[in-house]
């Protein structure tokens, strides 16, 4: 298995509501990447774990909590977001934090109304 | 900050022909650099990767070139064709042990390559 899954594929919430994103990852890589993708913009990088602790976190809203509960799994649970926060956020892993092997997932499609 | 950018956001082609896609860095210590491909929906896909210590690295119909003097970085897609028509991203990881971006997956930002039949 060399991929990286993501679920769900599209998320449509209220600034009320709570909901987690999901990334999965077989390949024993021990580094695993939270990015948010704006349109036509880059991915920006949001969280880093290695080895299931959370090494960078790249400033972001206390509204995005990652969660890394095994060496496979990757959450990102979102709460009282706002509309700028509609992006596409994806998931990546590598073999080990800033090795050469960065795997991404195809994204969950995140809107916020 | 530390950077990666592109010189053209758009480049159009006919199919056939040879793509060139550029990126600027800044970071001096970025020790890796990698191409990836975008298409629409889909995320970041591994097109081919470069360390520092090399100038050239080629790969099936691509080939990229590393020009640290001028901090350039080139992606090159020989006989282009409509299935290349994406988004192509240079990325680097920083090197700097220490430094704010040691060991970061940071993105330029993009080129819409067209390829038109």
């Known amino acids: 298995d060399t991929e990286v899954t993501q679920t769900p594929k599209h998320l449509v919430m209220g600034m009320t509501n709570k909901k987690s994103l999901k990334c999965e990852q077989h390949m024993g890589h021990r580094a695993m990447y939270w990015y948010k993708q704006k349109a036509k913009k880059p991915p920006e990088l949001m969280f880093v774990y290695s080895y299931e602790k959370l090494s960078i976190n790249e400033s972001v809203p206390s509204r995005f909590s990652p969660e890394c509960p095994n060496s496979s799994l990757l959450n990102l649970h979102l709460h009282a977001l706002q509309p700028e926060d509609s992006a596409l956020y994806l998931c990546?892993?590598?073999?080990?934090?800033?090795?050469?092997?960065?795997?991404f997932g195809s994204g969950t499609r995140l809107t916020v109304v | 900050g530390e950077s990666v950018g592109l010189h053209l956001p758009t480049l159009s082609v006919q199919e056939g022909d040879n793509s060139i896609i550029n990126c600027a860095y800044s970071?001096?210590?970025?020790?890796?650099f990698i191409w990836y491909k975008q298409e629409s929906g889909k995320g970041p896909q591994f097109i081919i990767d470069?360390?520092?210590?090399?100038d050239k690295r080629q790969g099936q119909r691509v080939t990229v070139l590393l020009n640290k003097t001028v901090k350039h970085l080139s992606l090159q897609i020989a006989a282009t064709q409509p299935g290349d028509s994406a988004v192509y991203f240079c990325a680097e990881i920083g090197g700097n042990a220490g430094g704010t971006s040691y060991g970061k997956l940071t993105f330029g930002q993009g080129t819409i390559l067209t390829v038109h039949p």
């Open positions: 470069i360390r520092s210590n090399m």
């Open positions: 970071n001096s210590a970025s020790d890796y």
């Open positions: 990546a892993s590598s073999p080990r934090t800033g090795l050469y092997g960065y795997t």
